[in-house]
Structures are given as C-alpha cells and as structure tokens.
C-alpha cells in the first residue's frame, strides 16, 4: 500500500484507511512482515513501520502514479524478491482470504482488473512478479512523457484490457477477474461476472460511496460487504 504526501500526513480519510487496511489484513490472517506500507513520512500502527521513501516518490500531475514510481524504488533497493506481490489502493479492502493459486498468473508478470464491461484498466489492484520491472520502468516512461496516469500508461504499453490484440507488452499482462477490483462502476453486470465470493471491494468512505457496499441500495439489490468486514467499521465509526 502507497501513500505519499506533499504535506507529508495522511488526510483525514487516509488516517482511518491505514487503520482499516492493517487491522482487517492481520485480521484475515497476514504476517506482519508481508504487509508493506510505503509512505514519505514516519508513521507506524499496529505494530506496521512504514517504509520511508524521498518525497521525490509523488508524482504532482497525475498522484496515483507515485505507486509506480515507489513500487521501483523497492526495486532499486533490491527489496523484490521472486514472490508474489499485491499492490492495492488504500481504500481497496480484501474481504476474502486468496491464495497465489487463485490469482494464478500463470507465465504474465502483471495482473490487473478492469471495470467489467469497460474495457480500460483500473490500477486499484496490481499483482506483480519481479519479472514485471520492465512493464514499471515502460508504464513510468510514458507516464512522465505524456503527463497521463498510470491506468492510460499501461493502455498505450499493452493495449486494450479485453485482449483482442496484443499490443506490445500486453503479452505478460492478465486480465484479473473484477471480483480482486469490485467498485462502483456496472455494479450490476460486474456482479454477474465476479467470481463468488468477492475478495476485493474498493470504495471511498463517504455515504455516497460506502451505501452501496453496505446496504442493498444498489443494483445488485445485495449486501455487498461481508459481516465480518462491516464490524471493522463499525469499529471505527464509519457506518453503525
């Protein structure tokens, strides 16, 4: 998980998300060592020290490519090893144990999601290998070329999400299943095409975004949040 600031402080919905992050991780039965946690700025919860990177790491046109750019620092600091890696957005919660075998990347160095009958790619969540530096170091490349975020870098180095055609380095990368990226895009049609049950759902903690995860005011006409993540935030105070 990536979280670098200017003002070098999580906002004020980033203070409950790494709290919310942490416990339901460990909660779901993560080592604490296994759990990454990349900021500008010393911060340490739950007994997880984030690693501190150059502030140098935030990307000030488009913020969300500065997970691309921490993720290689941690390759330059030779901290990626041959294992499976898990790069999500701090507000896209697991709610479901996975195992490598359900991820299955098979012989592609990168899975990522799409939004379900939208074709373009959703970054929320990343799978990676250490195979995958040169699909970083291209998507970085054109990032800072074109000024555009990571989601349209990874369009333009391996084409569409549906995989029609491979287009350049769309060879070694899977399209994930939406049920590691479940958000509020096609709720209906996504649901149908997620498989159950969902591991993933990834919404900002505002009513307008936590209502249809947590009631059955959606199209799906279901609770979508499981019983055991909704009392992490009842914990919290997000919703009752």
């Not at 998300?17 to 700025?41: H, M, P, Y």
């Not at 984030?50 to 030779?78: Q, R």
């Not at 999601?113 to 969540?125: D, E, F, H, I, L």
Request: some cysteine; hydrophobic content about 40%; overall charge negative.
């Amino acid at each position: 998980m990536v979280y670098i600031s200017p003002q070098k402080e999580f906002d004020e919905e980033g203070k409950i998300l790494v709290k919310v992050q942490i416990d339901n991780s460990l909660e779901l039965g993560w080592a604490r060592e296994d759990i990454v946690l990349i900021t500008n700025f010393p911060h340490e919860y739950n007994d997880i020290k984030a690693l501190v990177l150059d502030d140098d790491t935030f990307c000030p046109f488009k913020p969300t490519v500065s997970k691309i750019n921490a993720v290689l620092k941690l390759f330059e600091m030779g901290l990626i090893e041959d294992e499976l890696y898990w790069l999500h957005d701090l507000d896209a919660f697991q709610q479901e144990k996975f195992t490598e075998e359900d991820v299955n990347l098979g012989n592609k160095d990168m899975g990522v999601c799409n939004y379900g009958r939208v074709p373009m790619w959703a970054s929320g969540t990343i799978f990676f290998k250490k195979s995958a530096l040169v699909l970083f170091l291209a998507i970085q490349k054109l990032c800072y070329e074109w000024q555009v975020t990571e989601q349209k870098g990874l369009r333009y180095i391996a084409g569409s999400s549906v995989h029609e055609e491979e287009v350049g380095l769309g060879r070694w990368v899977k399209t994930m299943n939406i049920t590691f990226n479940f958000n509020t895009t096609n709720m209906d049609s996504n649901f149908r095409q997620a498989e159950k049950p969902i591991r993933v759902i990834h919404f900002h903690l505002t009513p307008r975004f936590i209502l249809p995860f947590l009631t059955t005011q959606n199209r799906t006409g279901r609770i979508l949040a499981t019983e055991r993540f909704r009392k992490i935030l009842v914990r919290y105070g997000i919703t009752t």
